[in-house]
């Protein structure tokens, strides 16, 4: 007989130690979600089990061949067991799940999103696998379900949601904006090297530790939640860049000179037919151009690029000459200018051409179309870049530039042709800066240092991953803050991933509605359902609404209390709906 006092309540410890204590034959139906004995393992919604110490298969099938023992023992007759396994270990899960009871289905829950993976080499992944088995013959209720369910990801409200703190920086179409003000629409960079939409937004407070993350190659951080997820390079050989392992960790567990991966961007190449100096000037564009305009002498102007360059730099000019001759240069006369000249391009449409690829004045960028060129024309376009805002420095490239859009996007160009890119951010706002007796407005700037990829003085490396290539910050610092205050989060279309400035990081939640999909499928009103790995509590949420009374299990502190708080507000609002029907 179960002790009443267990009932609706998620208990503190090791999962296996409380199952020993309860009766043989006691409980209706367990829907669980072990650990996989991978780096990273989703649990029930957000919260998320870490592999058993030493990310040792063989330590999880120790825990697993106990815990499907236990799981027998205090199953009654006739029911049903659904358990989650990844693909690369449900060979396993089936030897060891046959040793006790009857396996009936591998149930594909279609999450109707692609996950991450080796792009080029694998489909994406879209699904989950479940082994849904019986102790004896277990009934099933209602229609009979298909081993092939769709159900979309929920919307989260947990607090033990993976989220990031106010202010931080999430990678954009536009470059890197605030996650306080991203909306749903908004195109982030994510793990398939694409830029892809926000299909949902999260607030919610929490009071917990926050972990800052700072890596090389940028004096920018992150802040995170100690369970929300980066992609992690993990060395084996500590002198062997290439030996390693890419998993998903939590940032409460990312260690020092761990490497986080930015993945190097895939984008489909189109040939627009324009050569090399044409995409050389547009970059040089970016650098240094702006619009001419003749609206004052038409009604219908026209506008052209125009450059503002040193006349020193009469090279550029013969060089642009070569795919356009009308060029005008006309040098500068205002004071503290006179050795500046303003170069304009009289061709017809070649000034919304730039403004397609680059954007105009302060909203200047760098496109979705330029990062779609060829090899070549991307190469052209950097050169001519730095062809405007660059300087060598002790054998490298430094470009500086006031646009956090520009600075923000130039990496992923560079990374795409094969350099590599850090950037730091300063501020001179309370420094005067005068040039010719003239002040000069200062601000944030930012300065990049490019070089080649093969280069070993540029604190950026790059590895191959399942035939993908990656760019890795090595961390360099880790602090463990205490935090109150609220926190956000995003979901993505295609890939539940975004690119933070130090790295890629992932979110994927399960529903609570699979997880009644198999309760009601699998058990009557009243019956007991049990979770010996409760995480966040989604088990026992999904129990609740459908009106079964559970007992569950959590190793970890914090996440017991948020599993315990969702599963205790649940009772509460089911209470409270009910009693509007009571006269």
């Not at 019986?134 to 379900?145: A, D, I, M, T, V």
């Not at 090595?474 to 109150?484: G, M």
Request: net charge neutral.
């Amino acid at each position: 007989m179960i002790n009443s006092n267990l009932i609706n309540k998620v208990h503190l410890g090791d999962c296996i130690s409380f199952m020993n204590t309860l009766p043989n034959e006691s409980i209706d139906l367990i829907v669980t979600d072990p650990p996989y004995g991978m780096s990273y393992v989703m649990n029930h919604i957000s919260i998320k089990h870490d592999a058993i110490a030493g990310d040792d298969f063989e330590d999880t099938k120790i825990l697993l061949e106990k815990y499907f023992n236990e799981c027998f023992r205090i199953m009654k007759p006739n029911t049903a067991i659904y358990s989650f396994c990844s693909w690369h270990k449900v060979g396993w899960f089936q030897q060891e799940m046959e040793k006790h009871f009857q396996l009936k289905n591998l149930i594909v829950w279609n999450k109707n999103t692609h996950g991450v993976g080796d792009l080029k080499g694998s489909y994406g992944p879209k699904h989950e696998l479940v082994w849904f088995a019986h102790k004896g013959r277990s009934l099933l209720r209602g229609n009979r379900p298909v081993d092939v369910i769709d159900c979309v990801k929920e919307n989260s409200i947990e607090i033990g949601h993976p989220c990031l703190t106010p202010g931080e920086l999430v990678l954009t179409d536009d470059g890197f904006r605030i996650i306080d003000d991203l909306k749903i629409g908004d195109l982030v960079y994510s793990e398939n090297g694409k830029f892809n939409k926000i299909t949902e937004k999260y607030s919610w407070p929490c009071k917990d530790y926050v972990y800052k993350i700072k890596v090389e190659g940028t004096n920018k951080t992150t802040t995170a939640t100690g369970n929300h997820p980066f992609f992690v390079w993990r060395l084996e050989n500590k002198s062997k860049l290439d030996m390693g392992t890419a998993n998903w960790v939590n940032a409460e567990n990312i260690q020092l000179n761990d490497y986080i991966l930015t993945p190097v961007s895939t984008f489909s190449e189109i040939n627009n037919g324009k050569s090399d100096i044409w995409w050389w000037t547009a970059g040089l564009w970016l650098a240094e151009g702006s619009i001419l305009s003749n609206e004052k002498t038409r009604k219908k102007p026209n506008i052209y690029p125009s450059f503002s360059l040193n006349i020193e730099e009469m090279d550029f000019v013969e060089k642009i000459k070569q795919e356009f001759p009308n060029v005008g240069v006309y040098p500068r006369k205002e004071i503290g200018r006179e050795n500046s000249m303003e170069v304009v391009i009289f061709e017809k449409d070649l000034a919304d051409q730039f403004i397609k690829l680059c954007g105009r004045a302060k909203n200047k960028k760098i496109s979705i179309d330029v990062l779609s060129a060829t090899k070549n024309q991307k190469q052209s376009f950097l050169n001519g870049f730095i062809a405007g805002d660059g300087c060598m420095v002790r054998g490298k490239y430094q470009i500086k530039t006031s646009s956090k859009k520009i600075a923000s996007l130039l990496p992923l160009l560079a990374e795409s042709i094969g350099m590599r890119m850090s950037v730091y951010e300063f501020d001179d706002s309370n420094r005067n800066v005068f040039i010719n007796g003239r002040k000069i407005k200062t601000g944030i700037y930012y300065s990049l240092y490019l070089d080649k990829i093969n280069s070993k003085k540029n604190k950026i490396r790059f590895i191959t991953h399942n035939n993908k290539l990656y760019s890795l910050r090595k961390v360099k610092e880790i602090q463990k803050i205490t935090y109150d205050n609220i926190v956000y989060n995003i979901s993505v279309d295609e890939s539940e991933t975004f690119q933070t400035c130090v790295g890629m990081s992932h979110n994927t939640p399960k529903p609570v509605d699979l997880l009644k999909i198999f309760i009601e499928a699998s058990s009557n009103e009243n019956d007991i359902i049990f979770d010996g790995f409760s995480g966040s509590g989604s088990t026992g949420v999904a129990a609740i609404q459908s009106n079964r009374l559970f007992i569950g299990s959590e190793l970890e502190e914090k996440y017991h209390s948020i599993a315990q708080k969702r599963i205790d507000d649940e009772i509460y609002a089911m209470n409270n709906m009910n009693s509007l029907f009571e006269f």
